[in-house]
């Protein structure tokens, strides 16, 4: 049998596998174990897991030669987690522990740089994975991505270890989200990986909060456990809130840059208007692109990135969201476009774009109390390019959950004529076609 018809078969049956997955989860009924409780004296503790099964298939020009050095056209992968989460309370103190266990195969995927189905893990500190070579097809990891303690005290709480830290208004660029943020393309997000921190939340009153945020990190994933100051973060960020809205500002260290970030968000009823800005004041420690980088050279010493936008219900279970996204980080030059994919901030997931300017809009309908479909289309409106994105989410029972949908690209290919130097003609066009089917359940 060649290896061209052996993969849509390997395709197919993993596909069947969830298939027959999801019939054998769907009449389970499963909740949260709760191993104790005693509600006068505040302690409870719990324990939940779910089981995530992935399938991704990639498939289109962008695969095959001369784009792709080798023919991947179609490939895939298979991707399956078992997720646990112990949470453990004692009054104002809270444990949590939570972590998933994963098996990959991929069928010459072309995941990457480009975070297709899954992005890049945040910049951490503490080695606490575990995982088999990662360089053959089959792929086994254990990660904790949750492992802290957090302690309350009147308006303060202080939480130490690794913790999702979310930041940003947006729906589909999230330029303030800068410790970690997902992917453009990210399948599941229910689930924030966390990174390793110390952060004190302080209410100062009922609209007016301070948060403090210190994340210690090292850019090489080589379980040595060493910091590095210039892969670490420093963050402060004050919030205050008013009627019919709310403003945050934020400023620190972030991997060698300094920092400022503004948002906001404005309530006029059905429509809600929103916007970040964030500044990157670059250092000689910073991460490409920068200002060191020929390449980037025209950034001069600050990057601005922002993104305004707004949450429309024209009627009952439909909501819109239309945005646009300056990207700074970015160039207006197709030339520019691989040294930037292949740069650091790239690299660790702080950008997925590498052009300047886009315009965005997203639909979600609740056609069913069990049933959400989504359609969201983004653009390079400088190549010209875009990439469309059809989705479902379907209930399957109270504790299983099935999710599909596509990615659809359009854009011009590379430019391979000089077979040296390929040129993209644009962005999204170096995007595959992406098909994904994703069923999730609690057991």
Known sequence: MNRRGARPRALAFALLGVLLLASQLASRRAEAVVLSEDELKGRSVALTFVLRSFSFIFAGRALQPPQNLVDANPSGAG?????????????????????QLTTSVFFSG???????????????????????????????RYQADRLYIAYTLGPVTVTLGRQPITFGR???????????????????????????????????????????????????????????LYASSFMARFKQGFDGGEIGVSGGLLRGDTVLVLDGIIDLGKLDLYGELVANIFSSKSLSPNADDPAQAALGDVALRAVLGARIK?????????????????????SDYLAIARSQRFSI??????????????????????????AVGMANVHDPSGLLSLGAVYSVSN???????????????LDTRDAASPL????????????????????
């Open 79 to 99: 991707i399956f987690d078992l997720r646990h989460n112990l949470t453990w309370r004692q009054g104002a103190l809270k444990v949590v522990a939570a972590g």
């Open 349 to 374: 997931g702080e950008i997925y774009n590498v052009g300047r300017v886009y315009a965005g809009l997203v639909a979600l309908w609740e056609v069913h109390p069990l049933l959400t479909l989504s």
């Open 424 to 443: 993209p003609r644009s962005e999204f066009g170096l995007y595959p076609y992406f098909f994904f089917f994703e069923l999730k359940a609690a057991i």
């Open 399 to 413: 504790n299983v959950t099935a999710i599909a949908g596509a990615y659809i690209p359009m854009g011009r290919l």
């Open 314 to 334: 024209p009627i009952p279970k439909l909501t819109l969201t239309p945005e646009v996204f300056y990207n700074g980080l970015g160039s207006f030059e197709r």
């Open 110 to 140: 072309p995941q990457g740089g480009l975070g297709l189905g899954r992005g890049a893990a945040p910049v951490r500190w503490l080695p606490l994975t575990i995982e088999t070579d990662n360089s053959g097809a089959y792929r086994l």
């Open 170 to 228: 947006g729906q589909l660029w999230k330029p303030s989200d800068i410790i970690s943020t997902f992917a453009l393309t990210e399948v599941d997000t229910e689930f924030k990986p966390g990174s390793d921190a110390a952060r004190i939340d302080w209410n100062i009153a009922s609209r007016t909060s301070l948060t403090l945020i210190a994340a210690p990190a090292e850019l090489a994933a080589d379980h040595d456990a060493e910091v590095s």
